[in-house]
């Protein structure tokens, strides 16, 4: 590549390469890649997509397997052109018809089976994909209840997936024990991601033998703060009480050559075949043309001669009447009906369609070049887009009212929870902390999947739009809406939130206008939205799922501020005595059970166990757990359980959310999401005697 044809600010860099050497002696390049042929888009100097292989190019087949397909989107007066991957990958880890002895896990639709069989009584199925998304493992791990037995399979597990370079796909089912937290096979399920506390409580499957499930892969950027270079999403019947599986859209990595997991949930499955994450990858996907637009039932037909002939005249019936605008709304439309369709005004697009069947057929008009049937059959054709374009404009509005807009009121009263939990937290601070505006969708997605089946397909749309306003991807947003790294307070934490997700969801009309730019993405879009407003209830369904993944988000963020994670040895137990250079005492003997989990440091075969301790921190660094009460004791630091057992109980009812009502918050999640994870310093005894070991006992 020749040095000059490098990437640079301002512009964008599209290249491919075959059977060329990218390193050694006599090569000359610029790009970061060691594989002899492939694909990559610069925007700037920032990579945004790249596909690469080994597989040398054909004069008769081209670069199949390291080419690239998406959409740019031009820069705009936010930032940067954007780029979106059009090859995204369906995944499920299960089927809701698998038993305690199958499993099937779905790949684009794709199914790839496993049974049980000679005995065995559970198992783990990998299924590995590679960097096109093709499968290239899938293999069953099975268990039979003898721990000598088990064990091995476990450690050949454990060697498949210890440092993977490919995606990869984990469900255990059936009968599966606990992991030992400090084993081979929870220590590479943490390498690439996934918890060893987890791992390590595995209990009874949910109601198809599901007990646990793993998507993750290497990634240039976004990896879990345990797992340095992997990005995982992971579910356990046991913590999350809904099922153990996964449903995923995946998306390629920018740079690590494999699709990593973008929008996932662990929700009640779907139908065989099927995926609730279909639309955001059509809508994601290449565009169809206008050249098949005529309604036949589910089919979308070329239009005969006759019937082109007959819309020509429509169309410039519809002009000379001034039914619609002569400035295209939609700038790349064909034509200026379908450059209506980026109007959001629901009733505008009524008044069209209703201005439309009152064209009639006109037989003098016509002649001999079409029928009154082609009339009424192109006439029928665009009425039907017209009300589909209405029904997602619709279905759009539906989501931009759970945080609002300029123009509309937020139905999510974000000042209000947070006030409630500031009076229930009792801990006025000032005190700044960073956070990921990006874990409300994630905690409003987690309390779909709890509250009601339902309406998760009406989640994955919302989920998967604001995903792409996060920066989890360079250069898939021009300004990203949603910031991952904001610093709050107690006092602005719920300003914050309504003020970025107002303006992600200003955004949400752009990904309408994408709905309605094609025949194919406007009838998936709209019949997506219809049966998303199926029913008052069901939208009352994702607003209780708002309005408690946004609480959960503020617990966390307003906890932060005065309340961390303390770490202690797992033999100092969940109240250890403690002591600083005056007082003594025990700061978490207030603790609820609910306040505490049992965790593991480290990594390797030394981790060792601990216990994590919410409580308060006054901001001393490891001594911020010893408040002083003046009389040579400890104050209770712990987190009372007045906050403790609701925060952490799981959502029942109808209810909706309040400061004293159960959050269903998940550990060991909501610690790693939300708080500071702090270390206590222990020593060995207490003054001389080794009988009472404790968190800094040199009094």
């Known amino acids: 590549m020749p040095q000059n044809f490098g990437p640079q600010a301002g512009r964008v860099t599209i290249c491919a390469w075959g059977s060329t050497s990218l390193t050694g002696p006599n090569a000359i390049s610029w790009l970061p890649f060691s594989e002899t042929n492939g694909s990559a888009i610069f925007i700037g100097t920032t990579l945004v997509a790249s596909n690469r292989s080994n597989n040398n190019w054909q004069p008769f087949t081209g670069n199949p397997t390291s080419s690239l397909q998406g959409w740019l989107k031009p820069a705009s007066p936010d930032g940067d052109a954007t780029w979106v991957d059009s090859s995204m990958v369906q995944a499920k880890t299960r089927r809701s018809t698998d038993t305690e002895t199958t499993n099937t896990m779905e790949i684009d639709g794709t199914a790839y089976e496993q049974t049980l069989s000679g005995g065995a009584t559970g198992g783990f199925h990998l299924v590995g994909l590679d960097h096109t998304g093709s499968v290239v493992t899938n293999q069953l791990y099975p268990l039979t209840g003898n721990a000598a037995n088990d064990t091995a399979t476990e450690n050949n597990l454990a060697t498949a997936i210890t440092k993977p370079t490919f995606t990869t796909l984990l469900q255990a089912f059936g009968k599966v024990a606990a992991l030992p937290g400090n084993g081979n096979l929870a220590n590479a399920i943490e390498a690439i991601g996934g918890r060893a506390d987890v791992v390590d409580r595995f209990g009874p499957g949910d109601a198809t033998g599901g007990v646990y499930s793993l998507i993750g892969a290497p990634t240039s950027g976004r990896a879990n703060a345990w797992s340095p270079g992997y990005r995982a999403e992971e579910a356990s019947f046991e913590r999350t009480g809904t099922t153990g599986t996964l449903t995923s859209l995946l998306v390629r990595d920018p740079s690590a050559n494999d699709y990593i997991p973008f929008a996932t949930d662990s929700a009640t499955l779907d139908p065989n075949g099927s995926n609730r994450y279909s639309l955001m990858a059509q ?53 200026v009906i379908r450059g209506f369709y980026c109007t959001t005004a629901q009733s505008d697009l009524g008044d069209l369609a209703t201005n439309i069947l009152t064209l009639d057929f006109d037989a003098g008009t016509a002649g001999s070049r079409y029928t009154a049937a082609d009339w009424t059959t192109v006439r029928n054709s665009i009425v039907y887009e017209i009300n589909d374009t209405a029904a997602i404009r619709a279905g759009i509005a539906r989501y931009q009212m759970l945080f609002g807009t300029a123009s509309v009121s937020a139905a999510v009263n974000a000042p209000a929870l947070a006030d409630a939990i500031k009076s229930q937290v009792g801990k006025a601070t000032e005190v700044a902390t960073q956070t990921n505006l990006g874990n409300v969708m994630s905690a409003i997605t987690a309390m779909g999947s709890a509250l009601d089946p339902a309406i998760n397909p009406a989640l994955t749309f919302l989920s998967g739009a604001f995903a792409f306003e996060q920066d989890l991807l360079p250069n898939s947003s021009p300004s990203p809406a949603i910031q991952d790294a904001v610093t709050v307070t107690q006092d602005t934490a719920a300003t914050t939130v309504v003020n970025q997700y107002q303006a992600a969801s200003e955004d949400l009309s752009d990904w309408g206008d994408v709905m309605v730019s094609d025949p194919a993405k406007l009838r998936a879009g709209a019949a997506y939205m219809k049966a998303d407003d199926a029913s008052t209830g069901d939208q009352r369904a994702v607003l209780r799922a708002a309005e408690f993944g946004t609480q959960q988000y503020l617990w966390g963020t307003i906890l932060a501020s005065a309340y961390s994670a303390w770490v202690v040895p797992a033999n100092l137990g969940t109240s250890p005595f403690c002591a600083n250079s005056s007082s003594i005492g025990s700061p978490w003997e207030n603790l609820s059970s609910t306040g505490s989990w049992p965790s593991t440091a480290g990594s390797g075969p030394g981790r060792s166990s601990t216990n994590w301790l919410l409580g308060f921190d006054n901001q001393s ?52 999401d939300y708080l500071p994870i702090k270390s206590v310093p222990v020593a060995s005894k207490f003054q001389t005697n080794p009988a009472m070991p404790g968190c800094q006992p040199q009094y």
Do not use: H
């Open 621 to 672: 660094g490891q001594w911020g757990w010893a408040n002083n009460d003046g009389k040579g004791g400890l104050n209770d630091a712990g987190l009372p359980g007045t906050i403790s057992d609701p925060l952490f109980g799981r959502v029942t009812g109808s209810g909706g959310p309040s400061a004293t009502a159960d959050a269903g918050a998940i550990m060991p999640y909501f610690a790693l």
């Open 283 to 335: 809508v994601s996907g290449p565009a169809t043309s206008w050249n098949q637009w005529i309604r036949n039932g589910q089919q979308l037909l070329a239009p005969t001669t006759a019937q082109n002939a007959a819309y020509n005249d429509l169309l410039t019936q519809v002009t000379n009447e001034g039914f619609v605008p002569n400035q295209m709304l939609c700038p790349a439309a064909p034509d």
